[in-house]
């Protein structure tokens, strides 16, 4: 992360105990402060505590404090972290903020001190003030000090990337485009001119949106119900069973949806072409069924010279009746 002051361990020091004490730098880019870091020594045999704090140099008006640290090892120097709680302070762009730090000790051999090399004119900041809350607006005296502290903060904005699936039911944000890979069932809801590519078995009983063409490729067996919103054609080409009634290799064209083992209106007419052979010179011409259980069949019985006899037979259950020849 980016950070903005001073980042070397000063060669003199300065006490903070009871002294808030500080330097000005300057905030390159918006952002917000995430924690202070100090070169410190304390010391004290009862308790050693510090705090850090940011405030504007323009009004020296409070910005925002960090945690209060306990733990810090008795005369030990060092770099030392204090965070800032949330609401963390926003920092503004080319703007300049003393970062200051803030001690008390007690017990023992006692002192508290912050580290510095040589600054700019006034760029140090202290205020002598018994340790407690940090007061608004700092009152401070000015030094020549550059202080050894620095603050780390994030950038304005966070951009946040989303690798994982979303459904489609999920909401989306405007302006975002994504690419869904994953299977789309024909049941989700589709997304105004989407159009979803499907690769997966679609069967007929799915219920197909309006102005979507699939092509079926699989078996369709006719015995099942055929449900179609737009204009469906299926040739059949394998063996047929007419309620066990028509022979094979039939050329069947259906045109509405219509389940076969129903009883067939009269306007629909079922042609069989093929002869069949009843014996070595007679054979079915012709079958005409007007419903499941009747029908009109056609023979033809071959005589000598090539000629033929035609008769036509009412078929009803078991009961042929002749009506002609």
Known sequence: ???????????????IWDIIRGSVFTVPE????????????????????AKCAIYRHSDLSFVGATQERTDIPSGTAGWYTFNFEDPKPSLTANTEYIIVVWGDVSG??????????AGDADQGHYQSVSYNSFPNP?????????????????????????????????ALLCNKTLAVTDTVGLADSSLKDWT???TDTITVADSISRDKRFSIG???????????????????????????????????NITDAASLM??????????????????????VNKILFISDQMSLVETVEKGVAGAAKTRIFLITGDLAIQLTG
């Open 1 to 15: 992360m980016p950070d903005f002051g001073y980042k070397t361990a000063g060669a003199s020091y300065a006490s």
């Open 218 to 252: 699989e078996t369709v067996s006719l015995s099942e119900s055929v449900s179609v919103l737009t204009e469906v054609i299926k040739q059949v080409t394998d063996s047929i069973a007419l309620t066990e009634q028509a022979l094979t290799h039939k050329t069947l």
């Open 108 to 117: 023992g051999v006692q002192y508290a001190r912050l580290y510095y090399d």
């Open 138 to 170: 700092l009152v401070p005296t000015h030094d020549n000090n550059k202080y050894s502290v620095y603050c780390t903060y994030t950038t304005g904005g966070v951009l946040k990337e989303v690798t994982d699936s979303l459904s489609l039911s999920d």
């Open 30 to 49: 918006d952002g917000t402060a995430e924690s202070v870091t100090a070169y410190l020594r304390l010391s004290g045999t009862t308790f050693r505590k």
């Open 262 to 283: 129903e009883q067939v209106a009269t306007d629909r007419r079922f042609a069989v072409t093929d002869q069949v052979e009843l014996a070595e010179s007679v054979y």
């Open 196 to 198: 979803p590519q499907t």
